[in-house]
């Protein structure tokens, strides 16, 4: 579901509704499998007990845990609220138009027997019945939600320590992550909002469920556990709007270990597996993945502490009195996608005079003597911190024992030095537990990492939703083409395809199948490199091209060879001289949308590191996408026109169905040159 329709379905205002709830009814209310007694328990919470009426329904009557039970719904005085359903599939289904009839404000479908089980049409029917009344309904195989900024906990589980409310929501596809979830963030007394668990996600989704949050003004960051990502244009929409309404996500996307598929005929197609999909897409708008429950909570913890807000670029700094520190920082990081940039040179000077300018400063060694010297810890901090190179300065720092005032002093100043500068102030702690006590005496604005790992996990966060931009809405195309015959074009075809994009080529001179290679390559300028014209989809991989042909009598064998494996005419191009390769492909994907592809190119391209989003791209996202998979083009005008010009052939013309750009190369004069190029047309 989209955006706009989560929202115009009414979901936002039912949620509303629900939480002003006078009552919760559970209907099969009982003493024997010890889930009513959780929810009561829940709902009996000590520091946020239930205000207003519990309802037990039995067709056994009596009392359960001590509270008189109703033998039917309609036995029930005043209203019915929210509404636990603890009986099976069947009479789940039967009561559902007496809880309408009767108002209720949002039901919880416990039982399982559903989709997950073959009875897709019994799980529709709880869909469609929720669609039609207007009710929330959450499940089947839920273990409920709660919301503390509004009172309401009807879980079945048990949380532990006090509950402190706040302005992050968490929704799970999974009851026992939520409960680990909700500990969690409960332990780290981060202000929660709301928490909820799907199962199987009739109607309310995690798209559907944290698309209507976004809308809520109480909520500024949303934590997901998601099982199934599903329709991966439901997750870009979500992405996107997130991104549009300056409200981070985290997400552990779990089962992340890369799906195989059959190789694709582009190499894009190769490169798209649904992991790398869901990377790309997360990355084009900000959302951070995570791979477990700690991560996710600090990550959500660095984000409530920097105010939700994006800072800059999400570009890090860093400072230290230990050069051991400031080494394993940078050993950490290196595993990351976080930008640590070297300040600029008039910061450098100012910190470590001309002569030692050019010098690696971050992170920055301050050296170990300043605690005497405080007016010159003050010039450091500042001069570094004010860099405009940098928008979050860490301080590394190992918590003194709390006795040490001068030490913790230090820890402050820096702090406070660092916001007056008009940048987030993070504190890196060692793994010493005291590093609690540095977040007791620093504010809430502080971002404090307990331990390299934690402090990594809160600025990747921090630094990926900086990067994110919401962009324009992702184009869409004929889905309905997924999988169709294509043909492969190369040649001068593929060249009058491409013939707006800014693209040089090599000189080329093609041998015809029975044509003389000797008198065909008479002009030639060696050396060269061969190419068989057979029409593959993978040409190096079936051994079609010959990088090096020296000279003339290398030629003729290798149009020989070339004619010997493929039967086709043979292209000779010349070879450029290049530093760097890169690839470029678009690819439309089975959905209907549209792809862009780009990172290092040459021989096994799908095994590399290469970035996906969703075309069309604003400046901000394709700058981010280049800065993190291909940082030596990221500043040249000619890769950057390159691509806005395959982007925009792409977007109007719907007879491509994938264009491979392999290698592509910057050569002596600046051109952006294609050594390798391919395009496949629907037939």
Avoid: C
């Amino acid at each position: 579901m989209t955006m706009a329709a989560a929202v115009e379905t009414g979901w936002d205002a039912a949620l509303a509704h629900m939480w002003q709830t006078p009552a919760i009814t559970i209907v099969g209310a009982n003493e024997s499998a010890g889930t009513t007694r959780l929810i009561l328990d829940s709902i009996e919470r000590f520091d946020r007990p239930w205000q207003g009426a519990l309802n037990l329904v039995n067709p056994r009557g009596g009392t359960v845990y001590g509270y008189p039970v109703a033998e039917t719904v309609a036995d029930v005085d005043g209203e019915l609220g929210i509404v636990w359903l603890l009986v099976k599939r069947e009479i789940a289904l039967t009561v559902l138009d007496d809880l309408a009839a009767r108002g209720a404000r949002g039901v919880i479908v416990f039982s399982g027997g559903f989709a997950e089980q073959g009875n897709v049409a019994d799980q529709q029917r709880l869909a469609d019945w929720s669609r039609s009344t207007g009710i929330p309904l959450f499940g089947p195989q839920s273990i409920g939600f709660l919301a503390p900024v509004h009172g309401v906990n009807v879980l079945d589980g048990s949380l532990r320590g006090e509950i402190t409310p706040g302005r992050i929501a968490l929704v799970s596809q999974s009851g026992a992550v939520l409960i680990q979830m909700t500990n969690t963030v409960i332990e780290r007394q981060i202000g929660l909002h709301s928490a909820f668990t799907l199962g199987g996600g009739a109607v309310m989704d995690y798209v559907t469920l944290a698309t209507v949050l976004l809308e809520d003004p109480e909520v500024s960051a949303i934590g997901l556990y998601v099982e199934s990502i599903g329709s991966l244009r439901g997750f870009a929409g979500l992405a996107r709007r997130a991104a549009e309404a300056g409200k981070p996500l985290v997400m552990q996307f779990a089962g992340r270990s890369e799906q195989g598929q059959a190789l694709a005929a582009s190499h894009t197609g190769a490169i798209a597996t649904p992991l790398r999909l869901v990377r790309g897409i997360a990355e084009q708008y900000g959302v951070t993945l995570v791979t477990n429950l700690d991560d996710l909570a600090s990550s959500l913890e660095g984000l409530q502490n920097g105010g939700f807000r994006r800072w800059g670029d999400g570009r890090v700094g860093v400072f230290t009195g230990s050069g051991g520190l400031g080494i394993t920082f940078s050993d950490e990081v290196a595993g990351s996608d976080i930008v640590v940039p070297q300040p600029t040179r008039e910061t450098a000077v100012a910190l470590v005079g001309e002569d030692h300018a050019d010098a690696p400063l971050n992170p920055f060694d301050m050296g170990a003597g300043l605690l005497g010297a405080p007016e010159e810890f003050r010039r450091l901090v500042s001069t570094f911190a004010a860099d405009p190179h940098i928008d979050i300065a860490v301080h590394i720092f190992d918590v003194p024992e709390q006795h040490l005032t001068a030490q913790y002093a230090w820890i402050t100043e820096g702090a406070r030095l660092t916001q007056e500068a008009g940048k987030l102030a993070v504190l890196g702690t060692g793994i010493d537990r005291r590093g609690l006590l540095a977040s007791q005496v620093l504010g809430d604005d502080v971002v404090v990492g307990l331990g390299m790992r934690q402090t990594i996990a809160k600025l990747q966060a921090l630094s990926t939703w900086a990067r994110g931009d919401a962009g324009a809405e992702p184009a869409v195309g004929d889905a309905s083409r997924a999988g169709a015959e294509t043909r492969v074009v190369l040649g001068d075809e593929m060249r009058a395809v491409l013939a707006d994009v800014p693209l040089a080529w090599p000189e080329e001179w093609t041998v015809a199948r029975d044509a003389d290679a000797a008198a065909a390559l008479a002009g030639a300028r060696f050396p060269l490199v061969a190419k068989a014209e057979a029409g593959l989809a993978h040409r190096a991989k079936a051994g079609g091209v010959l990088t090096h042909v020296p000279d003339a009598a290398a030629a003729v064998a290798a149009t020989g060879y070339l004619r010997a494996l493929f039967d086709s005419a043979v292209t000779f191009s010349e070879r450029v001289a290049f530093t760097d390769e890169y690839f470029v492909g678009l690819s439309r994907g089975a959905d209907g949308e549209v792809l862009l592809a780009v990172g290092p190119g040459g021989s096994g391209v799908e095994d590399k590191d290469v970035g996906l989003r969703l075309l069309p791209l604003s400046p901000r996202q394709q700058e981010v996408a280049l800065a993190r998979y291909a940082p030596g083009v990221a500043d040249h005008d000619g890769f950057r026109a390159v691509l806005d010009a395959l982007s925009a052939l792409m977007l109007r013309d719907g007879r491509i169905e994938s264009i491979d750009l392999n290698p592509l190369v910057i050569d002596a004069t600046g051109r952006v040159v294609s050594l390798d190029a391919k395009v496949h047309l629907y037939a």
